[in-house]
């Protein structure tokens, strides 16, 4: 899995791109509770180059988002694709986390 972050606007934005599974999952985890730690309290994840997505990825999200909920903030997921919206629908994620169709309507989320 590939995981960059870039600031725009008071929100930290994270792309992520291949497969977030139990080996990479604790990445994904590690690096947002980095930018959380340094202050980020508002993160929207670009999923447009995320091919896939295991329970294990599904459990470094809930994480984080319990993390930036208990500093109130928040986390947001952008340009959602295929196989990995699919998993966001039937797990009921979409219920727990915003979900957008582009990168810009979850960065004007707030």
């Given at each position: 899995?590939?995981?960059?972050?870039?600031?725009?606007?008071?929100?930290?934005?994270?792309?992520?791109?291949?497969?977030?599974?139990?080996?990479?999952?604790?990445?994904?985890?590690?690096?947002?509770?980095?930018?959380?730690?340094?202050?980020?309290?508002?993160?929207v994840?670009?999923?447009?180059?995320?091919?896939?997505?295991?329970?294990?990825?599904?459990?470094?999200?809930?994480?984080?988002?319990k993390?930036?909920?208990?500093?109130?903030?928040?986390?947001?997921?952008?340009?959602?694709?295929?196989?990995?919206?699919?998993?966001?629908?039937?797990?009921?994620?979409?219920?727990?986390?915003?979900?957008?169709?582009t990168?810009?309507?979850?960065?004007?989320?707030?």
């Amino acid at each position: 899995m590939e995981l960059s972050g870039s600031k725009q606007g008071s929100s930290m934005v994270v792309k992520v791109a291949g497969r977030m599974d139990a080996t990479s999952a604790p990445q994904f985890e590690e690096e947002c509770a980095k930018w959380i730690e340094q202050g980020e309290n508002f993160l929207v994840v670009d999923m447009g180059g995320l091919e896939y997505i295991s329970s294990a990825g599904l459990r470094s999200i809930l994480a984080t988002g319990k993390k930036l909920k208990g500093n109130g903030g928040s986390l947001a997921f952008g340009n959602m694709q295929g196989m990995v919206k699919e998993v966001f629908d039937i797990s009921g994620f979409t219920s727990i986390f915003p979900v957008y169709d582009t990168l810009e309507a979850a960065l004007a989320h707030k």
